[in-house]
């Protein structure tokens, strides 16, 4: 019995250190915009406190496409890489990352 408890102890240990050092922000909107020639996508998340409230604070986070073609031939092609708007020299490769980022230089998650 001794030993298994303390396998659940050491089970929820495990599990409470891996919880809390996830990102836990909150998707509000997801947008693609443009026509013709170009396209965008826009994320914009609120990011969550370390006791796992929603804050005030939001991310918003874009990138940009060349299209080509017209109607349902349109492709488009060469996405940027994604860019937090309050820095624009960042690149990251998907807008969780992003969001991540973005949060936690607020120092949030």
């Known amino acids: 019995m001794k ?10 240990m495990i599990f409470g250190l891996s919880v809390s050092g996830a990102n836990a922000y909150q998707l509000l909107s997801s947008k693609e915009l443009g026509k013709n020639d170009a396209r965008n996508q826009n994320v914009v998340v609120k990011c969550t406190t370390d006791t796992g409230k929603v804050s005030t604070q939001t991310c918003t986070l874009r990138r940009y496409a060349k299209c080509t073609g017209q109607g349902m031939g349109k492709k488009c092609n060469g996405w940027q890489p994604w860019k937090d708007l309050r820095d624009p020299s960042s690149g990251f490769s998907d807008w969780r990352s992003g969001a991540a980022e973005c949060c936690r230089s607020k120092g949030l998650r």
């Open 3 to 12: 030993k298994l408890s303390l396998f659940f102890g050491i089970g929820f």
